[in-house]
């Protein structure tokens, strides 16, 4: 894997490549000439994770695509959002828009995790001439709720900034003896294997005094102001019209398993069940890998 980093309007994106690309930022004309030898795979993370989530997928994928993982801002080596912004999540769908120009490439596919899979999915139906299939693995339908619970969730996001607010004077970032306590609270958190997590992890901490610290942004913790509600969700979804393969966990989030994906609003839908969990694939990386190859040849999205 190869450091990469774009130059987005407002925001620097890190990441990690298949390929050397020769230069900390790339831009059009450096990426054209070896972006023409492969098909582009974009892999975005999920919530608090970042592009090393997706190691293990890169030796098996390699072969077939030319792979670019990012850091979501505010994750990873990615810069924050500035200091009068929080992370309101239809602005994380611009910043794949920014990234997908960047790439300037005719389409492209995209591996989403968790978050990273629901951003993908409103990309897709926004920019559907940009998106040649989804990958998307324990993550679906763009999360909703019912109109009724609009006031409470604006209420109870406007708190939680406050109480951000009232302690970001004093709040110390919470720090680690070691490399392996973070990697031990991951494993607790996930339920997960050490070496299945610990890529993952040596991107998220950095080292000062020696003791490790969380990289990612604190306002990340903040809740939403606003949910989109059941109606704008499936508008959403009846406008994907790409091929779309759902990769689940055996003992992932049971709501995301459909009994018949064919009835279930999406035009062009196909799931799998993989063993794991929220993060299968950490812990099937090559049952994941086969299954968005074996999803990926049906329609020509491999290199020849």
Excluded at 82 to 103: E, M, P, S, T, W
Excluded at 145 to 163: C, F, H, M, P
Aim: aromatic share 8%; proline share 6%.
């Amino acid at each position: 894997m190869f450091p990469i980093e774009f130059q987005l309007s407002e925001q620097r994106l890190s990441g990690l490549a298949s390929f050397p690309v020769g230069h900390p930022i790339v831009d059009k004309p450096l990426l054209s000439g070896v972006l023409s030898q492969k098909p582009v795979m974009l892999m975005l993370h999920g919530w608090q994770d970042n592009a090393a989530s997706f190691a293990p997928l890169f030796g098996p994928l390699a072969e077939h695509f030319h792979i670019i993982a990012i850091d979501w801002p505010g994750h990873g080596l990615s810069a924050p959002r500035a200091a009068d912004n929080f992370y309101h999540f239809i602005d994380y769908v611009d910043d794949l828009a920014q990234l997908v120009d960047l790439l300037d490439q005719p389409r492209v596919t995209l591996v989403g995790h968790s978050m990273g899979a629901i951003i993908s999915v409103c990309y897709a139906a926004a920019f559907s001439d940009k998106v040649l299939a989804l990958n998307l693995i324990e993550g679906l339908a763009p999360l909703s709720e019912a109109t009724l619970n609009t006031v409470d969730r604006l209420r109870k996001g406007i708190q939680s900034r406050q109480r951000y607010r009232a302690r970001a004077q004093q709040r110390q970032s919470r720090s680690m003896a070691t490399l392996q306590q973070a990697v031990d609270l991951r494993c607790a958190v996930n339920g997960v294997l050490p070496e299945q997590i610990q890529p993952l992890v040596e991107r998220a901490v950095y080292q000062q005094d020696g003791r490790c610290y969380w990289r990612h942004d604190n306002r990340l913790r903040c809740d939403s102001l606003y949910r989109m509600s059941p109606d704008h969700a499936e508008a959403l979804i009846a406008a994907v019209n790409c091929p779309v393969l759902s990769i689940v966990g055996q003992t992932g989030y049971q709501a995301l398993k459909l009994e018949q994906p064919a009835s279930s609003g999406w035009q062009h839908l196909e799931q799998v069940v993989v063993a794991g969990g929220h993060h299968c694939h950490l812990q099937s990386p090559v049952r994941v890998a086969e299954e968005i190859v074996s999803f990926s040849s049906k329609f020509n999205a491999l290199a020849q």
